[in-house]
């Protein structure tokens, strides 16, 4: 089973519009750690977020805000005012603490913002 | 930040031939590193873990005959794919992390993009 599930494929919203990335993880460690990565078309992997699953406090930095909800396992994520630079894909991902080396990405979320 | 480097960011090779990647941490140590690889439009898909000064951990299913790697330091590590044929054309994406903090995120290269043809 899908440890990490990011069910939307792929978003095109036009600029300055809100959007919402979804996330949802499984897993049976008590304890455990959400991320956020954008990946542009450079292709290189940009580290956005870090959440400690003992650590609910949603969080805000500028335009970027993420919600976790424990109850339902998911860590979305949110671009408000959205802006073209804000094209690439992004990954959500899962490490538990029995194997924090390992890193469950889901397959990502292609969002695209039109002008 | 951490800072990973990668290197080369593209390479094409003829089929037959081997293809060396180099991974560095440019301002931290890495003890372990981590090697990645990304099909068009796919997730990333972990293919081994680099530990200095010992033998890598290859997942299930990753030939590692094929895919050689070397930690000589704790900056540095390398992935060979050896006797390269078409279908190993793929982006190849090395990470560390930094500190050893069980939640300290993987910091990522640039990528390599491998083209055999």
């Known amino acids: 089973a899908q440890k990490v599930t990011q069910a939307q494929t792929e978003i095109s919203v036009v600029e300055k519009e809100d959007v919402t990335l979804d996330c949802v993880y499984e897993?049976?460690?008590?304890?455990?750690?959400l991320f956020w990565y954008k990946q542009p078309p450079s292709g290189e992997l940009v580290f956005l977020i870090r959440r400690n699953s003992f650590d609910e406090q949603n969080e805000i930095s500028g335009r970027y805000s993420w919600n976790f909800q424990k109850s339902t396992s998911s860590f979305n994520f949110t671009i408000t005012a959205s802006q073209v630079v804000d094209s690439a894909v992004y990954f959500c991902?899962?490490?538990?603490?029995?194997?924090?080396?390992?890193?469950?990405f889901g397959s990502g979320t292609k969002l695209n913002v039109k002008p | 930040g951490a800072v990973v480097s990668q290197h080369p960011s593209r390479v094409i090779c003829k089929s037959g031939t081997s293809v060396k990647i180099e991974c560095r941490s440019l301002?931290?140590?890495?003890?372990?590193m981590f090697w990645y690889r990304q099909f068009p439009k796919k997730s990333l898909m972990l293919m081994a873990t680099?530990?200095?000064?010992?033998?890598?951990?290859?997942e299930q299913g990753v030939e590692k005959d094929k895919f050689l790697i070397n930690h000589a330091s704790l900056t540095l590590s390398t992935l060979t794919v050896t006797s390269a044929h078409p279908e190993d054309s793929s982006f190849y994406i090395c990470?560390?992390?930094?500190?050893?903090?069980?939640?300290?995120?993987?910091?990522f290269g640039n990528g390599t993009r491998l083209t055999v043809t």
């Open positions: 990470s560390a992390r930094e500190g050893g903090q069980e939640n300290s995120p993987l910091h």
């Open positions: 301002d931290f140590q890495a003890t372990t």
């Open positions: 680099s530990n200095e000064g010992s033998k890598a951990t290859y």
């Open positions: 991902a899962l490490s538990e603490k029995g194997n924090f080396n390992k890193f469950y």
């Open positions: 897993t049976r460690d008590t304890t455990y750690y």
